[in-house]
């Protein structure tokens, strides 16, 4: 067990620097790279942040149409029961939550408990949790680790997670390293599962940072030259007394003749410098930002863009698919915390539409594939509608024919109603109720 604790704790310390690493990044705590020391030094204790940060836009655009809308079973008390636990223990929040992490990190974890004999999702920062693998299979989780600190005992925490058992070991103080834990207890684990869930994926930072920080040493730059270039600097070339000279804004200055008419005074200015050189680079990064992320580059306009239908689905198509790459990675992870609540073979990730909806466009290119001949039902799933929304559609549909049906249904009798009671010569001989209506009313 020595070294599975000891394997544990390094593999979560290492995990932790990084995705600490990256979390500034993200929130745009990021340091100013290839800048001279002196300079670093001075910024830091101005508390200047010379930061573009494109890295949340990266990562906050591929997450936003990442959104989980629950689970589908056909089965309706397994519905019901995944339903239950989905809105009970706020799954919608926690998804945006594990997703974004998954984004940032590579890593994301969701941890499962029983609480007083009721089952608990809760989230876990990749700083805390981590996940060692078989070497033979590297599909199946080992051991699972899980660091933590409780200042309400003084007393740093490290469990580790076997499918059989929990082992809780523990020490005292926050100085927390591999030395000096020791086992406080063992636990039979009772999902017979290592209760942990790892989302795992590329982050989306990767090949993002290298060129962020290009950007933010380019832009510390230019703010730098603008700086030194808010005023022009003048010079003067002459023989004569200048220990006397002031110069202000507000005042004139008296530039002196020079000592000689053969020998007199020379004034200029030195050009400002060209801050344009120094957008065009960080356009150009930006640029490449977009392209290796594959995120459309109106997201990286300040002041928005007017594009056309056609040509933004045409940028938005690499997100797209994207994001379906992901959806396809984090379903396994979806439906396997599904299996848990409740196992099914049915199961399936309803996600919410990834496109950007054009209503206009779409309805002409859809009305253009149904005079085609082709079904609904086969031109809705091409526009990325979701399956649970195009069975809805079509429950709805035929709910509504049976209204339909039910109210012309109504009318008709309604109708004969009035017919009945209205004298109408021109009804027929066999309706014996009206005549006996009739006859008595005679």
Not at 212 to 231: L, P
Not at 232 to 243: K, L
Not at 275 to 296: E, H, V
Request: charged share 25%; aromatic share 8%.
């Amino acid at each position: 067990m020595d070294n599975d604790l000891k394997s544990a704790y390094g593999a979560l310390i290492k995990q932790a620097g990084k995705a600490r690493a990256y979390q500034k990044y993200y929130l745009g705590d990021q340091p100013l790279m290839y800048t001279h020391e002196r300079l670093r030094q001075v910024f830091e204790r101005s508390s200047v942040n010379f930061v573009q940060n494109w890295c949340a836009v990266v990562v906050d655009t591929t997450c936003d149409r990442l959104v989980l809308k629950g689970w589908d079973n056909k089965t309706k008390s397994v519905n019901d029961k995944l339903d239950d636990v989905w809105h009970s223990q706020n799954l919608q929040t926690l998804s945006r939550q594990v997703h974004k992490d998954a984004l940032i990190t590579g890593d994301g974890f969701l941890m499962l408990d029983y609480v007083d004999g009721e089952l608990r999702i809760f989230y876990n920062s990749p700083s805390q949790v981590a996940v060692l693998y078989e070497e033979d299979d590297p599909s199946k989780m080992r051991v699972g680790c899980k660091l933590f600190y409780s200042p309400s005992t003084d007393t740093s925490h490290l469990n580790l997670y076997y499918e059989d058992r929990i082992e809780k070991y523990q020490k005292d103080g926050k100085n927390i390293s591999e030395e000096g834990f020791v086992l406080a207890e063992t636990i039979p684990n009772s999902f017979g599962r290592i209760p942990i869930i790892h989302f795992h994926a590329s982050s989306e930072l990767l090949n993002v940072i290298p060129l962020q920080d290009a950007i933010n040493k380019t832009f510390s730059d230019m703010m730098i030259v603008a700086e030194f270039n808010a005023f022009p600097q003048r010079w003067m070339v002459t023989n004569a007394d200048i220990s006397s000279l002031t110069a202000s804004p507000q005042s004139i200055m008296k530039i002196p003749k020079g000592a000689s008419d053969e020998e007199g005074t020379e004034v200029g200015e030195f050009g400002t410098a060209n801050l344009g050189m120094y957008l065009d680079t960080i356009d150009k990064l930006t640029n490449t930002i977009a392209t290796i992320s594959r995120t459309p580059k109106h997201y990286f306009t300040p002041t928005g863009a007017n594009i056309s239908a056609e040509a933004l689905t045409v940028m938005e198509t690499p997100l797209i698919k994207k994001v379906k790459q992901l959806e396809e990675t984090f379903d396994e992870r979806w439906i396997e915390l599904a299996n848990v609540i409740e196992a099914s073979a049915d199961t399936v990730c309803t996600w919410d539409r990834i496109e950007t909806e054009q209503i206009a466009t779409q309805s002409n290119a859809m009305k253009t594939l149904r005079d085609m001949g082709i079904p609904l039902v086969t031109v809705l799933r091409k526009f990325g509608w979701a399956e649970d929304e195009i069975q809805q559609m079509l429950a709805d549909k035929e709910e509504e024919k049976t209204k339909d049906a039910d109210l012309a249904e109504t009318a008709l009798e309604m109708a004969r109603i009035r017919l009945s009671q209205s004298n109408n010569p021109y009804l027929p001989e066999d309706n014996t109720q009206t005549q006996v209506e009739r006859g008595e009313a005679e």
